[in-house]
């Protein structure tokens, strides 16, 4: 069973940083995508950072500059944001697409999601 729990999320200035991490539980064979979502209230999810395949990385126009997206050999997935604004207010999802072995169909594991807020 993979599971993924994302911590460090909270209350930050706006101009201040965040470092949210993502535990991933469970073993998988093959990894084709990892990365962070938001969704704000009202909107769509919308991708922010992605890391498909060893260390590229690729990151939404919005966020460019001022997002990393990393992870270790633990495997969690780490996701650095400095000068943060309050539009970068949302609840923020890990995200891994796999397969837990070669028979087994491709799946989506997302994490709970953690609350961002941007605010003086």
């Known amino acids: 069973q993979v599971q993924l729990v994302e911590s460090g999320g909270g209350l930050v200035q706006p101009g201040g940083s965040l470092r949210l991490s993502c535990a991933r539980s469970?073993?998988?064979?093959?990894?084709?995508?990892r990365g962070w979502y938001r969704q704000a209230p009202g909107k769509q999810r919308e991708l922010v950072a992605r890391?498909?395949?060893?260390?590229?990385t690729g990151y939404a126009d919005s966020v460019k500059g001022r997002i990393s997206i990393s992870r270790d050999a633990a495997n969690t997935l780490y996701r650095q944001m400095d000068s943060l604004k309050p539009e970068d207010t949302a609840v923020y999802y890990c995200h891994i697409s796999g397969q837990v072995s070669y028979s087994a169909a491709t799946r989506d594991y997302w994490g709970q999601g953690t609350q961002v807020t941007v605010s003086s």
């Open positions: 890391m498909p395949s060893g260390d590229n």
């Open positions: 469970g073993r998988l064979l093959v990894i084709y995508d």
